[in-house]
Nanobody
């Protein structure tokens, strides 16, 4: 049974930092064979691709809204993906989901963080976690 589990969410004041982690177990293929992404959804808003990392971690993609503040990384040996978030803003408040895909490639990894085509790219991600809440107060 595949389990994708996020951790590290919480409540911080604007300007603060958080580190999210995602572990995946039971995947049909090795962890390194999966494109991994972070997607968030704020109340009343559509899902937004935040960041995506390629198989070996050489290709990193970020939404414009988080560039320079968030850093995505992965450790294929430990089967963990992380998202370091700095200078958090109230508009970063959302549920953050970890997603894994064996179907997606570099194109989808770049599309998921774009305003256009993001939803289609998300459809390629087979496995999703339950999400972790991030709340940033002003």
């Amino acid at each position: 049974q595949v389990q994708v589990v996020e951790s590290g969410g919480g409540s911080v004041e604007a300007g603060g930092s958080l580190r999210l982690s995602c572990t995946a177990s039971g995947l049909p293929w090795p962890f390194r064979d999966y494109i991994m992404a972070w997607v968030r959804q704020a109340p009343g808003k559509e899902r937004e691709g935040v960041s995506c990392i390629s198989f070996a971690g050489s290709d990193l993609n970020y939404a414009e809204s988080v560039k320079g503040r968030f850093t995505i990384s992965r450790d294929n040996e430990k089967k963990i993906m992380s998202l370091e978030m700095y200078d958090l803003r109230p508009e970063d408040t959302a549920i953050y989901y970890c997603a894994a895909s064996n179907r997606a490639g570099l194109t989808e990894c770049r599309q998921i963080v774009q305003r256009l085509g993001s939803s289609a790219a998300m459809e390629e991600f087979e496995y999703w976690g339950q999400g972790t809440q991030v709340t940033v107060s002003s």
